[in-house]
C-alpha cells in the first residue's frame, strides 16, 4: 500500500496563484509610485526651457501655491482683481520663446505632455493622429499649466481665461499671429507681459497709442505690441472647444490612476486567494491509505 497526497496539486496552484499575486502586487505597488511621483513632487516632469528660449523680465517673480490664491476676493474690486490676476500669472509662469518665435518638433521635448504628467496622453503623442495636438500642449486646467511654469501667450491667457470661467466671470480669449490676451469686462488682461490695460480690444484697435503708458517698460516691444494691437483680433476658440478640453485633461487625469491601482488588486486579491486556499488545504486530514500499483 502507497500514500497518495490528492492535496499537492492543490498547494501547488494555491503557491503559483499567491506568487502571482505578491509578483501583480509588486509591478502595481511600481506602477503607482511613478504615477505619484510628479503629483508629489519627487520627480521635475518638464525640463526647464534653455536660457535662449526665455523673454521678458516675469515669470518665476512669485511662484502660484494655491490656485485658489488668484481668485476674486470678497468684496474686491472687478478692476483691481482683473489687474491682480494678470499680474499674479504673469508672475508665475516664465514666458517661452521658440527659435524664430515659431514652434518646431526641437521644442517638443518642452511642450509636449510628460510621461510623468500623463503616461497615457504621452503614449498618445507618438501617434500621428495626435502628434499636432499633443507634441505642442497647452493646457486649460490652470493648474496643469502653472505646474508647468513656462508656456506661449496663448498658454497664460488659457490659464487666465480659465480661473474667470470658473467664478461665472464673462471672459474671452482674442489673438492675432503675434499676440494672444484675455477680454474681461471690457479690459484687456495681458499676462504674457503682466499689463492690465482699462480698454476693450476695440478702443485700442481703434487708437493702439493708449497702449503706451501701460507697456512703458517694455519700451524695445512698444512697436511691434502697437502694430499687433491695430490688427484685427480673432476669438481664440468657443466656450464649449474650452470645456471640452477641459473634461479631456480631467479625464486622462483621473485614467491614468486606474491601471496601477487594478494592478495592485488584482495582485493582493490573488495574493489573499493563494494564501487561503493554501491554509484550507493544510487544516484538511491527511490523506487516507489507497492501493498502490507494484511495478
Same mark, same amino acid.
Given at each position: ?21 505578491? /509578483?501583480?502586487?509588486? %509591478? ?10 510628479? $503629483?508629489?513632487?519627487? %520627480? ?32 474686491? $474690486? ?37 510621461? /510623468? ?8 503623442? /507618438? ?117 471640452? %478640453? ?5 479625464? /486622462? ?33 491527511? $490523506?487516507?491509505?489507497? $492501493?498502490?500499483?507494484?511495478?
Amino acid at each position: 500500500m502507497e500514500i497518495r497526497d490528492r492535496r499537492l496539486p492543490l498547494n501547488l496552484f494555491a503557491a503559483l496563484l499567491r506568487s502571482a499575486g505578491l /509578483f501583480l502586487t509588486g %509591478v502595481g505597488t511600481a506602477f503607482l509610485l511613478f504615477v505619484s511621483a510628479y $503629483p508629489l513632487g519627487l %520627480v521635475s516632469a518638464y525640463p526647464a526651457p534653455p536660457a535662449e528660449a526665455i523673454e521678458g523680465p516675469l515669470g518665476f517673480e512669485q511662484g502660484v501655491g494655491d490656485v485658489e490664491d488668484l481668485y476674486r476676493g470678497a468684496g474686491e $474690486p472687478m478692476a483691481a482683481y482683473l489687474d491682480r490676476l494678470t499680474k499674479a500669472v504673469a508672475g508665475g509662469v516664465v514666458h517661452y520663446w521658440t527659435e524664430g518665435d515659431s514652434w518646431t518638433t526641437a521644442d517638443t521635448r518642452y511642450t509636449r505632455i510628460s510621461v /510623468f504628467d500623463n503616461y497615457l496622453l504621452w503614449m498618445l503623442s /507618438f501617434q500621428s493622429q495626435y502628434q499636432d495636438s499633443l507634441q505642442n500642449y497647452e493646457f486649460v486646467t490652470p493648474r496643469k499649466a502653472l505646474d508647468r511654469g513656462y508656456g506661449f501667450c496663448s498658454q497664460v491667457s488659457k490659464i487666465v481665461y480659465s480661473i474667470l470661467v470658473d467664478q461665472g466671470i464673462d471672459a474671452t480669449i482674442y489673438s492675432v499671429p503675434a499676440h494672444t490676451v484675455v477680454e474681461s469686462n471690457g479690459n484687456v488682461l495681458d499676462s504674457d507681459y503682466g499689463v492690465f490695460v482699462p480698454h476693450s480690444l476695440i478702443e485700442i484697435q481703434q487708437d493702439p497709442s493708449i497702449i503706451d503708458s501701460y507697456y512703458a517698460q517694455f519700451g524695445s516691444m512698444l512697436p511691434l505690441l502697437k502694430k499687433a494691437y491695430g490688427q484685427s483680433w480673432q476669438q481664440l476658440g468657443t466656450a464649449d472647444d474650452f470645456n471640452n %478640453v477641459r473634461a479631456y485633461e480631467a479625464k /486622462f487625469e483621473q485614467w491614468k490612476w486606474a491601471p496601477p491601482i487594478m494592478l495592485l488588486a488584482t495582485g493582493v486579491f490573488l495574493a489573499a486567494a493563494g494564501m487561503v486556499l493554501q491554509r484550507r488545504e493544510l487544516a484538511r486530514p491527511m $490523506p487516507q491509505l489507497v $492501493p498502490g500499483v507494484d511495478r
